[in-house]
């Protein structure tokens, strides 16, 4: 049963667009209004601050699911049904697609990393291009999920994503932790075949132009190259959010809400990325544990495996390959 459909609840998909616009217009435009170089304290703020965002929304929609489901007439015809049970039940779904989609954007940061690196993006413009990277990320996810939201009402669309996702996590295992190279990348090959590049970096510009001609910067390249790779990402984390939820509402609102603090997380584990060298092998645990609920788990619990049971799974996988890195990185530098 769809709580939430768009034709009822157009004004709220609305609302919450209007809302991140505004926050992010004030992130733009007041609090990073001027290139900077973002320190470990101020991305750790501003994660702490996307995190409890979050959570005071998901609260909040917690609060509005109760007063729906106990006072709207169509739930109270309804026999055996609990309100306060199916609020905690929306609210569970939005919190582990939340912990799923946020997991899942470590490997962005990865990306973001080997991106930057390759592009010789200083610091001081980095945020910039995470910015309007991920405002197009918004825009792409968004689309996404209007499209899974019919999709995914197919069985045959359900056993396909799913066992995209095993594969993809099965992928992820045998790549290990090797590090990737961009010099034979095939986007980077074709970006360059329709673009004149400028070679150098000129300050926060995306575009430049040199004797009437048009040329576009490494922070460009780079921008462009992380939307499209976020697309391809996009393919793995929408699913694997319908899997534990049939809701689109609470897909977009807990990928967006992941999506905006990636920035402040990447400055924040910029410095220790190279610790956290088993955390892949936790991604890819979770991809294939998604993939097998939404191909099997879901039908054999009656058409939902419980949310509480997947979100200790997640924490645990998760929770297991940064415990075992922290403990292995250690390990290695007393050595």
Not at 214 to 228: G, I, K, M, N, R
Not at 254 to 269: E, H, V
Request: aromatic share 18%.
């Amino acid at each position: 049963m769809i709580h939430f459909n768009f034709n009822e609840f157009w004004w709220f998909y609305l609302s919450f667009v209007c809302f991140i616009l505004v926050v992010l217009a004030l992130d733009l435009g007041i609090f990073h209004k001027k290139a900077h170089e973002v320190g470990f304290k101020e991305a750790s703020i501003w994660t702490a601050f996307w995190t409890g965002l979050a959570l005071v929304f998901n609260y909040l929609f917690y609060l509005y699911c109760l007063h729906r489901f106990s006072t709207h007439s169509a739930y109270l015809l309804l026999d055996d049904f609990d309100p306060v049970l199916q609020a905690k039940t929306i609210a569970l779904e939005f919190l582990t697609g939340f912990v799923v989609e946020k997991s899942l954007a470590i490997d962005n940061i990865f990306v973001f990393a080997v991106v930057f690196s390759y592009f010789g993006i200083p610091k001081i413009y980095q945020h910039r291009v995470l910015f309007w990277g991920i405002l197009g990320a918004l825009i792409f996810r968004a689309i996404f999920v209007a499209l899974g939201s019919v999709l995914m009402e197919y069985r045959w669309v359900i056993l396909f994503f799913g066992g995209l996702l095993i594969l993809t996590g099965v992928k992820m295992f045998l790549a290990g932790t090797e590090e990737k190279n961009l010099n034979d990348n095939v986007i980077i090959k074709i970006l360059k075949k329709f673009f004149k590049v400028h070679p150098e970096i000129v300050g926060q510009k995306f575009f430049i132009r040199i004797n009437d001609v048009q040329f576009v910067t490494p922070l460009f390249l780079a921008l462009v190259f992380l939307e499209l790779t976020d697309i391809v990402f996009a393919v793995d984390s929408v699913p694997a959010i319908f899997s534990l939820t049939k809701e689109p509402l609470i897909v977009f609102t807990s990928n967006i809400f992941a999506i905006l603090g990636l920035r402040s997380m990447y400055f924040m584990l910029a410095g220790v990325m190279d610790k956290f060298i088993y955390i892949k092998y936790g991604l890819a645990s979770v991809l294939v544990f998604v993939g097998f609920k939404m191909v099997y788990l879901n039908e054999v619990f009656g058409g939902k495996f419980p949310i509480m049971w997947s979100l200790a799974i997640i924490g645990i996988l998760i929770g297991a390959s940064v415990l075992a890195s922290v403990v292995i990185s250690k390990r290695d530098d007393l050595d």
